[in-house]
């Protein structure tokens, strides 16, 4: 068993190699299985870099408003079912005049 925590840890460590993300994967996974807890079949693999590209290519003429509005509706959707999310506050700028050097207005 500490075999499987050493090799999450190097998994989690920067600059950690692809092979030992791989076996830290392989432990969680092994540790999971023992706890009886279901675990995923296919593994998560990041986007192949045209796919990424593709994707930045397509929001690129999305205005900013649009992006964000986007982002809290996908946040909001992953939220357990029943949670309120309270409203925010306003944002408050404090002016501070700059002082005066030397008499100069």
């Not at 030992?20 to 432990?27: D, I, K, L």
């Not at 309120?84 to 100069?104: C, D, S």
């Amino acid at each position: 068993m500490e075999n499987f925590f050493e090799s999450i840890r190097a998994a989690g460590a920067p600059g950690a190699t692809t092979e030992a993300r791989a076996e830290g994967v392989a432990a969680c996974r092994a540790i999971l299985a023992a706890l009886g807890e279901p675990v995923a079949s296919a593994p998560l693999a990041p986007p192949a870099p045209p796919q990424i590209a593709s994707m930045v290519a397509a929001l690129r003429g999305v205005p900013p408003d649009q992006l964000l509005d986007l982002a809290i509706q996908r946040l909001r959707a992953a939220l357990p079912p029943g949670v309120e999310v309270p409203p925010a506050p306003p944002l408050k700028f404090h002016i501070i005049p700059a002082p005066r050097i030397g008499g100069v207005p």
